[in-house]
């Protein structure tokens, strides 16, 4: 079974930039997470898809950052315009519905903003 | 608001010396809490979920126990390949069972 993919695996932007991220989920997951993890800190949930719609982004900065879930697969996180603060790995995760207690995390995105 | 807290925030351990991880949570409602590895450059891996005081999964040398407040992580016996970062999280019991994560416990296991 494929795991979770992500592109690019790294990515350098000055602030003020836009940039996107790309995931594509296990065949079959229900249930997309992004998550930001900040150097030395644990993950933290920016957004949950369920299929096409949005289950809980209450942690998403709306002013600068956007997710969306084409067709309930692949989905695409952007943020523009970026500041320093973004540098981050953005991690994308997927669970089937009904058991989002087991996670399955794509190996990230390494932001920087300079 | 959902908290999650981890100590120590980094363990060196000798192989073989066994020793334990914490995992302290305060969470409006509990539907489960997790164990996760994340190796440097990687994304976590799932480990265990609990969901009940008093409960407990063992998987080769990892242990993990629930009680109300707080969940252990016992490493028997560690080798250098169980050298990572350790996160534990909790999903509060809502629609949406939005996850929170601690910071981790980086565990460094010298031969």
């Known amino acids: 079974e494929a795991g979770v993919a992500q592109s690019p695996r790294y990515k350098i932007i000055e602030k003020r930039q836009s940039v996107a991220f790309w995931c594509n989920p296990i065949?079959?997951?229900?249930?997309l997470y992004w998550y930001q993890q900040i150097l030395g800190q644990g993950p933290k949930l920016l957004i949950q898809?369920?299929?096409?719609?949005?289950?809980?982004d209450s942690q998403l900065p709306k002013d600068r950052f956007s997710a969306e879930r084409l067709k309930g697969v692949d989905s695409t996180l952007k943020i523009q315009p970026a500041k320093l603060e973004d540098s981050a790995v953005y991690l994308c995760?997927?669970?089937?519905?009904?058991?989002?207690?087991?996670?399955?995390f794509g190996p990230g995105t390494r932001l920087t903003v300079t | 608001e959902d908290q999650v807290t981890q100590s120590p925030e980094a363990l060196r351990l000798q192989e073989g010396e066994s020793s334990s991880l914490n995992c302290s949570y305060t969470v409006s409602g509990l539907r489960g809490l997790f164990w996760y590895r994340q190796d440097p450059g990687k994304g976590p891996e799932f480990l265990f979920t609990l969901y009940s005081a008093g409960e407990e999964k063992e998987k080769e040398r990892l242990k993990a126990t629930l009680t109300k407040k707080e969940s252990f992580l016992h490493i028997t016996a560690p080798k250098p390949e169980d050298s990572a970062t350790y996160l534990c999280?909790?999903?509060?019991?809502?629609?949406?069972?939005?996850?929170?994560f601690g910071d981790g416990t980086t565990l460094t296991v010298k031969p």
């Open positions: 995760a997927s669970s089937r519905a009904g058991m989002s207690y087991e996670q399955y």
């Open positions: 065949s079959g997951h229900a249930t």
């Open positions: 898809f369920q299929n096409n719609g949005v289950v809980d």
């Open positions: 999280a909790v999903q509060e019991n809502t629609n949406a069972g939005k996850s929170t």
